[in-house]
RNA sequence: GGGCCGGUAGCUCAGGCGGUAGAGCAUUUGCCUUUUAAGCAAAGGGUCGCGGGUUCGAGUCCCGCCCGGCUCACCA
């Protein structure tokens, strides 16, 4: 027999001993009086001496260490990430008690009740008068010292990684509090969230392959989103003048440190403004949501010193120009010259070329976070062109620790205007780009009834839940990232086993 | 999809040029009533990712495959 098979059955027989003994292997409830982090709160200031054995306190956690020295033993139980101390002797508690006490595994959850006390050193602990027995479990946990180090066990496991490393514990907790820090801050302003649809008819709002699903008894196929952009906006035609949404949308692309086919994004529309108001309003944002997630506007990401108090702007063309790599720095003259775009890319528009360029050459400078503002229109079928130069369209996109993390532009309201970007689109597609946008003949009749004049713009969660808890990877970002299916993991065989 | 790196006990990791597979934690047994990476003594535990090949002999060398990581391409 294995030595997990060993463990296992070892483990099962335990769970007999424990029934015997008068209590369930898998409890039902626990009326705590406290949380472990409201014991750690309330009382770590305590002396020994204001602690009393007449103040008793019901706890509930997952056995962390077992000391046993015999006759007595300690313990610590966690809970929400933090952990207390509980010390068991057998002259303070019954015998089944402390029997139970003597076979409890690591990773057991259990309850403790008794009254606080400090340790020899000092270490504020339980002194328990009675046990519990909450929930068995039939593995070993992750070793102590190191925790869960394998990357694609705690992607594929994440409740171990959770349990064992608490520092995954708390990127989750912050992702957590980003979102509502940006829900909280949109609400202020006269934000409502609404829901549009995951599975649409037609794909749009973004330049992506989708995936495709089925509907039985319509018998059509759909698309998980790519985004949810032109249902948004058919909102604010209908005069829902500020909206947003936190929800996931899908693109079937390849997966990397950066992507994941599922991700989160915040998208909202505030009408009678303009990509200008959205620069100051993003900037407000970003500056809080840093401030809630880690207490300072000044962030840490891979030695660098993210600031987040007021993002540098450059227009696209200054960013070029700023962010020259080598010789031959171009002017603001050149950047606008259709030839000297040429000459430094094989793209055939001097939209794209542009775009090209800025792409290869300052993305990944743009560590400091940063609004890059005034897109060609190539590449933006649904922005509002700039009222001066035509090619351009009034967009910014903001990056830092040279990702990009948020895109917003002033929305093209004019349905006559959408309609022609459509048709630019679709020659685009003709000429070869898969990814160019389709026609949205409903989305043009809703521009049709007239949509108020708006800016829109969607961040990027995971990006800036990675820049702000300091994560290398999207996967580490995600509680449960795009893996590859395992195999077969013979766990009911093995239960099954344990049963005959 | 390409390149590079990795997969050894439940977990964290060693295994020089091919020669009986190791440590710590965890587990089991014994001792121990304020310990804290508790301690002391003993014991058990391996499909070396999977499948071929070379060899007297493969964890180690070769080929194929699976899974993961990084990176490039693509993208937000």
Redesign the pocket.
């Known amino acids: 027999m ?3 098979d060993e ?1 296992l059955k ?1 483990r099962w027989e335990r769970i007999r001993e424990i029934e015997s003994l008068g209590f369930h292997a898998y409890g039902r409830k626990y009326d705590f009086t406290h949380t472990v982090p409201q014991i750690l709160n309330e009382y770590s200031a305590k002396t020994a001496e204001e602690l009393s054995p007449d103040f008793k306190v019901r706890v509930s956690g997952r056995v962390k ?8 033993g ?1 313990a610590h139980l966690s809970q929400n990430g933090e952990q207390l ?1 509980i010390y068991v ?3 303070a508690v019954c015998p089944s008690d402390f029997r139970l006490f003597q076979i409890l ?2 990773g057991d959850v259990i309850g403790a009740e008794g009254y606080l ?1 400090r ?5 504020l ?1 339980v002194h328990v008068e009675h046990l519990e027995f909450l929930a068995k479990t039939l ?2 946990m ?5 925790g ?6 705690r ?1 594929r496991q994440r409740y171990l990684d959770l349990i064992a490393n608490p520092e995954s514990r708390k990127v989750f907790v912050v992702r957590s509090r980003i979102i509502a820090s940006l829900r909280r801050q949109l609400e202020e302003r006269g934000f409502i969230e609404v829901e549009t649809p995951m599975m649409q008819p037609l794909y749009g709002g ?3 392959r989708p995936f495709v699903t089925h509907h039985n008894t319509l018998d059509i196929d759909l698309y998980l989103r790519i985004a949810p952009e032109l249902y948004l906006k058919r909102l604010v035609v209908g005069g829902l003048d500020r909206v947003y949404e936190i929800n996931r949308n899908f ?1 079937n ?2 997966l ?6 599922e ?1 989160t994004m915040l998208e909202f529309y505030q009408a009678y403004t303009d990509y200008r108001g959205l620069m100051d309003l993003s900037a407000d944002l970003l500056r809080q949501v840093a401030l809630d997630a880690t207490g300072s506007t000044e962030v840490g990401y891979e030695g660098a010193k993210l600031d987040f108090s007021a993002p540098r702007r450059f227009t696209m063309r200054q960013a070029v120009v700023e962010f020259w790599k080598g010789d031959n720095r171009p002017t603001l003259d050149n950047v606008r010259d259709p030839e000297w775009l040429k000459e430094h890319s094989h793209k055939s528009s001097p939209g794209e070329a542009l775009t090209e360029i800025f792409e290869n050459t300052v993305e990944e400078q743009l560590i400091q976070p940063t609004i890059i503002y005034d897109y060609p229109v190539e590449t933006s079928p649904l922005s509002k062109a700039k009222p001066d130069d035509p090619e351009f369209v009034e967009r910014f996109e903001i990056y830092a620790a040279g990702m ?1 993390i948020a ?1 917003a532009y002033t929305e093209l309201n004019d349905p006559q205007e959408q309609r022609r970007r459509f048709e630019m689109q679709i020659a685009m597609h003709e000429k070869g780009d898969e ?1 160019a946008h389709q026609m949205d003949e409903d989305y043009i009749r809703a521009l049709c009834y007239g949509m108020p004049p708006a800016g829109g713009e969607g961040v ?1 969660i ?2 800036l839940t990675m820049i702000l808890t300091n994560s ?2 999207i ?1 580490d970002v995600i509680l449960f990232p795009l ?2 299916p ?2 077969e993991i013979g766990i009911a065989g093995r239960l099954r086993a344990l049963e005959s």
């Open positions: 294995s030595l997990e463990l070892q260490t077992f000391r046993s020295k015999g006759k007595a300690f101390q002797r057998s002259d595994d690591i006390f340790t020899r050193t000092g270490e602990t593995f070993s992750p070793e102590k010292w190191h869960l180090e394998d990357i694609e066990m992607y973004a330049t992506a693109r692309e390849g990397s440190t950066q992507h994941n086919p991700f990009e895109n990814e990027g995971d990006r290398r990877s996967r893996l590859r395992e195999g």
